[in-house]
Each structure stands twice: as structure tokens, then as C-alpha cells.
């Protein structure tokens, strides 16, 4: 199983990116989906999530507002539009799955995790 995740780089503050996170060997349209993003030095930190069908999204109280999470179930594929950047956002984004449909915020909860993108926002 592989979750690839794509759309990073460099973006000046109050630009925007959108990530992508594409699966592949199986689909992953019965489970919750999420982002997480890891600064140097810093623990891995939740960002959103979204359940199966999207009928739930969750936001870190850090990005509520600026960042949107959305699913293409047909593509596999799972986004993560970030608007109104700041340099604090700069962190190396990952995408997981989860366990299960809901969408949780515990990283416990998320047993597929891809490789990441990294994401800089110079001030």
C-alpha cells in the first residue's frame, strides 16, 4: 500500500498550495483520511482529517479557516487546499489512513502513513 503525497514547496507568506495524496494498491474510500505535518525539531501534529464520503472534517484550531481537506474517492486521492500561508505552516505535510470510516485526530488512530511533502513559507 502507498500513499503519495504531492504539491509542496517553496511559497512566499499569504500564498496558497493545494497538496494532493494519491493511494495506490488499494482504495481507501471506507476510511477516514487525514494530514499531519511534522516541523524540524517538533513533534508530528495534526492538521485535518476527513471521514468517508467527507461527511465529517476536523481542523486543528491552527489552520481552522485557511486550510480545507477534501476527497476525490474516484481518483483515490485526498487534498489539502492551504490558503493565507504563514511561515509557521512550514513543516513536512503527511498524509494517513485510517483504521477506520470515522475521522479521528489521535495519530494512533492511522495505520497507512505516506512519505510526505515539505512545504516552506518564507515571510
Known amino acids: 500500500v502507498q500513499l503519495q503525497a504531492s504539491g509542496g514547496g517553496l511559497v512566499q507568506a499569504g500564498g496558497s498550495l493545494r497538496l494532493s495524496c494519491a493511494a495506490s494498491?488499494?482504495?481507501?474510500?471506507?476510511?477516514?483520511m487525514a494530514w499531519f505535518r511534522q516541523a524540524p525539531g517538533k513533534e508530528r501534529e495534526f492538521v485535518a482529517t476527513i471521514s468517508w464520503r467527507g461527511f465529517s472534517t476536523y481542523y486543528a484550531d491552527s489552520v481552522k479557516g485557511r486550510f480545507t481537506i477534501s476527497r476525490d474517492d474516484a481518483k483515490n486521492t485526498v487534498y489539502l487546499q492551504m490558503n493565507s500561508l504563514k511561515p509557521e505552516d512550514t513543516a513536512l505535510y503527511l498524509c494517513?489512513?485510517?483504521?477506520?470510516?470515522?475521522?479521528?485526530?489521535?495519530?494512533?488512530?492511522?495505520?497507512?502513513w505516506g512519505q510526505g511533502t515539505l512545504v516552506t513559507v518564507s515571510s
Open positions: 494498491r488499494r482504495t481507501f474510500s471506507n476510511n477516514g
Open positions: 494517513a489512513a485510517a483504521r477506520a470510516a470515522a475521522a479521528p485526530i489521535q495519530r494512533e488512530e492511522y495505520n497507512y
